[in-house]
């Protein structure tokens, strides 16, 4: 390292705080996840689900677009 050089931290920081939070949410939505099962959510109308022997493939569609419409919703009333 040269002397007197100094590494800009805010770069840094962001990226600690967006680590930070993305294992807060995913903690959250895993502690949630029984909860939204007994919703129905992730084996709505629409959501492809594919098992052929033993191979199977499973895309929640129409779930992600629900919970993708719920958080936009969510946040566009926060930064009100």
Known sequence: ???GSKLP????MDI???LIGL???ILIVGIAWPLLS???LGRLP???F???GNVTFYFPLVTGIII???LSALFWLISR
């Open 68 to 70: 993708s419409i719920v």
């Open 1 to 3: 390292m040269i002397a």
């Open 38 to 40: 007994r919703l129905g």
């Open 9 to 12: 931290t805010s770069g840094v």
């Open 16 to 18: 600690q705080r967006f």
């Open 50 to 52: 594919i098992d052929r």
């Open 23 to 25: 294992g807060l949410i």
């Open 46 to 48: 629409g959501d492809i």
